[in-house]
Nanobody, 122 residues
């Protein structure tokens, strides 16, 4: 069992930055691939970024490439999402998730946090 708690969201102007964090409980954090997803009102949950268990591999969605960076600190049981050059279309609830392997759909992840709201004003 893994419990995930996101933090770091907020209201920011276009062009601004935030650092989202996701803290995991338990001793098995390093056994999980970690992903970030987001969901805007009226839209499906979409993939944002993923990082392998040891942090050696990452991937991000084309829509955020060059602006968002995923990282993790297994000693702190935490995964991060650095979001830069924010745009109004980045407005969404951002969720972190833990799963057994690198995947790009929500259905492949086992554990989810409650989400953190990111709102970007123009």
């Amino acid at each position: 069992q893994v419990q995930l708690v996101e933090s770091g969201g907020g209201l920011v102007q276009a062009g601004g930055s935030l650092r989202l964090s996701c803290a995991a409980s338990g001793r098995t954090f390093s056994l999980y691939t970690m992903g970030w997803f987001r969901q805007a009102p009226g839209k499906e949950r979409e993939f944002v970024a993923v990082i392998t268990k040891n942090g050696g591999g990452t991937d991000v969605a084309d829509a955020v490439k060059g602006r968002f960076t995923i990282s993790r600190d297994n000693a702190k049981n935490t995964v991060y999402l650095q979001v830069n050059s924010l745009k109004p279309e980045d407005t969404a609830v951002y969720y972190c998730a833990a799963g057994p392997r690198v995947a790009y759909t929500p259905y492949d992840y086992t554990y989810w946090g409650q989400g953190t709201q990111v709102t970007v004003s123009s």
